[in-house]
């Protein structure tokens, strides 16, 4: 594998499942990010991991709870969403702060 | 606020017909402005960093030029692989160090 890699691609749940997302890089960088990306809006930052610690939770509701066990494994745990939770996750990295971020190729989200 | 705008919200070309994305952004101190590629269903493609007025990259048929107030995506005799939505983003000086703020985006989509 090489680049950044997420799983699943496509993911249906309903109001009440608990999922998770998952995000893996390849690149030996050291932060990590996770964007949502909604039809007819910009890329929103949502969290941002720089080795293994949080350093930024751009107002993100508690139903959405992320996880960085390591500087290359990034999770975005899932718990009773809505229909508006409905878009594109990504997942990006880069090597420091000023850098350049990679990003995967997302996870389409439906929430029923 | 840091502020991004692009222009126009989409644009059909002829192959081999040259023109030119506008992004403009707002911004207190710029690090840098970043261009990415994202085709459908597919997470953005990295391109170009920008970090000073008057500097200028180039990559295949694509250019990128940064003025104090906005950049230019210059695309010489497209082809159909060039059609995608082409994103802007900024990074400020000071504040949050990762964050990039996003535009909407153009939608290029390139006739054969």
């Known amino acids: 594998e090489t680049g950044v890699t997420q799983t699943p691609r496509h993911l249906v749940m309903g109001m009440t499942n608990k999922k998770s997302l998952k995000c893996e890089q390849h690149l030996g960088h050291n932060a990590m990010y996770w964007y949502k990306q909604s039809a007819k809006k910009p890329l929103e930052l949502m969290f941002v991991y720089n080795f293994k610690e949080q350093t930024e939770n751009n107002s993100v509701p508690s139903r959405f709870s992320p996880e960085c066990p390591n500087s290359s494994h990034l999770f975005l745990h899932l718990h009773t969403l809505q229909p508006e939770d409905s878009a594109l996750y990504l997942c990006?990295?880069?090597?420091?702060?000023?850098?350049?971020?990679?990003f995967g190729p997302g996870t389409r989200l439906t929430v029923l | 606020e840091d502020q991004v705008t692009q222009s126009p919200e989409a644009l059909r070309l002829q192959e081999g017909e040259s023109s030119s994305l506008n992004c403009s952004y707002t911004?207190?101190?710029?690090?840098?402005l970043f261009w990415y590629r994202q085709d459908p269903g597919k997470g953005p493609e990295f391109l170009f960093t920008?970090?000073?007025a008057g500097e200028e990259k180039e990559k295949e048929r694509l250019k990128a030029t940064l003025t104090k107030k906005e950049s230019f995506l210059h695309i010489t005799a497209p082809k159909p692989e060039d059609s995608a939505t082409y994103l802007c983003a900024v990074q400020a000086r000071g504040g949050s160090n990762y964050k990039l703020t996003f535009g909407k985006g153009t939608l290029l989509t390139v006739n054969p």
């Open positions: 990006a990295s880069s090597f420091a702060a000023y850098n350049e971020q990679f």
């Open positions: 920008l970090y000073s």
């Open positions: 911004v207190s101190g710029l690090r840098g």
